[in-house]
């Protein structure tokens, strides 16, 4: 009897002992913050309030975010319409080569400062940045892909599985992960940190013109492209002349209203000299030409023109180049060149290296 005790305790201990050796360790995550610059209003979003943002979610998003595999063919990965270099926009293209060379039907806008923009898209029919990202993913012009089939591909690479597990608990690879990794890398991206910022910050000044191009823009565009986001996040019509080819009702095509119709989200300026070309059917190839239209090309017969626009705006020769000098100021080489958001396997330049 005694031995037949003597047995099951030493039977429990071992296996006690064998649960504590082999307990997994504890799941850890590196816990990131939004960073809200001085100044700024609060961010209209909490983008990370069910899915909070650490480095392992983030650095599984960045991978997501920079892989073909996301797409049917393996050639069109987010980053392929989103370049870092052109501040996450398709620099030089008014509309973006998708899966079998379709196009988009609209210009890609720039990706920063997310977490500010409740209603995403021209028209603003996406609002919420997790599920965004299935509107690229299941175009036939974009990514063609199916959810089901990028999983596989996903599960079939040990790389992933390890990232899966160490950014979520469970570790699974499913859509809700797969959405919430990206939104922590695309919410993160921030733009705060160009010329036109460190004049504010005290840390830099504007040239001659470029104040006077700052006095012009407060005065003329400030209404809409509202400091510091430089837009006010509305829906409005700044009197384009509507595109025969390719027509399209903006806002109305989501609201129904006609109220809305030729009504579409007021864009950034942040980055404006590298998001070539501009407006929602990437229509203009310079700021001059930009210019230009609030001058002189306004269609002022359409029922939805902006009141605010209804005059045009009277700019002279001498301020359009003042103006022009502000709005290169909004570039911020940061966001441009920070290699957080390069590609995972990005090489710092040597040149780089040595500071
Ligand atoms: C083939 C080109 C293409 C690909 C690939 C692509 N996008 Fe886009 N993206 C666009 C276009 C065009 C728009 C504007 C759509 C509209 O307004 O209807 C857009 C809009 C967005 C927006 C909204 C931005 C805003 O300010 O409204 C986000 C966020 C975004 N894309 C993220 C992604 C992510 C994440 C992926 C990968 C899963 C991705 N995109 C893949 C072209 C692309
Ligand atoms: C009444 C509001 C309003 C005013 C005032 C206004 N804009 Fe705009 N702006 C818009 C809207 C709306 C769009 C997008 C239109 C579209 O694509 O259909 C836009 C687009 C732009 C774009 C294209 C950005 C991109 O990424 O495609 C630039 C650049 C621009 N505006 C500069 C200016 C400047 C400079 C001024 C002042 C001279 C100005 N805007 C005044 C509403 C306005």
């Known amino acids: 009897m005694l031995k037949i005790k003597i ?150 690479d040990t790389a992933y599985v390890s990232l899966f597990k160490a950014a979520f608990k469970d570790g699974v690879i499913n859509s809700q992960h797969m959405l919430k990794a990206l939104a922590q890398f695309t919410g993160s991206i921030q733009s705060y940190n160009s010329r036109y910022d460190k004049v504010k910050r005290g840390e830099d000044n504007f040239t001659i013109s470029e104040k006077l191009g700052y006095k012009i823009f407060l005065d003329k565009c400030n209404t809409c492209h509202k400091e510091p986001l430089f837009t006010d996040n509305s829906f409005r019509n700044n009197g384009l002349i509507v595109n025969s080819k390719l027509p399209d009702s903006g806002r109305m095509s989501i609201t129904g209203n006609l109220t809305d119709l030729y009504k579409f989200k007021v864009p950034s300026l942040r980055n404006c000299s590298i998001t070539i070309p501009y407006m929602h059917d990437g229509r203009m190839f310079s700021l001059s030409k930009v210019i230009d239209h609030y001058r002189k090309g306004i269609d002022t017969t359409q029922a939805t023109l902006d009141t605010l626009l209804k005059k045009r705006l009277i700019i002279s020769e001498q301020e359009r180049i003042d103006l022009l000098s502000f709005l290169y100021t909004l570039r911020d080489e940061d966001l441009l060149k920070d290699t957080r958001f390069a590609p995972p396997n990005y090489i710092q330049p040597a040149a780089k290296q040595e500071h």
């Open 7 to 156: 047995i099951i305790s030493l039977l429990l201990i071992v296996v006690m002992a064998s649960a504590f050796i082999y307990n997994e360790p504890p799941h850890k995550l590196t816990y990131l913050k939004l960073f809200i610059p001085r100044g700024w209003p609060k961010p209209t979003t909490d983008i990370f309030a069910t899915n909070p943002l650490t480095e392992e979610g983030f650095v599984l998003g960045r991978k997501l975010f920079y892989d073909g595999r996301l797409s049917k063919d393996g050639n069109f990965p987010c980053s392929g319409c989103h370049q870092q270099f052109a501040a996450f926009s398709t620099y030089g293209h008014d509309f973006s080569h998708g899966f079998n060379n379709n196009l988009t039907k609209r210009n890609a806008p720039g990706l920063f400062n997310l977490a500010w923009q409740k209603e995403m898209h021209w028209d603003g029919g996406v609002n919420h940045l997790e599920v965004q990202p299935l509107a690229p993913l299941t175009n036939l012009n974009e990514m063609a892909e199916t959810l089901p089939n990028v999983l596989q591909k996903l599960k079939k």
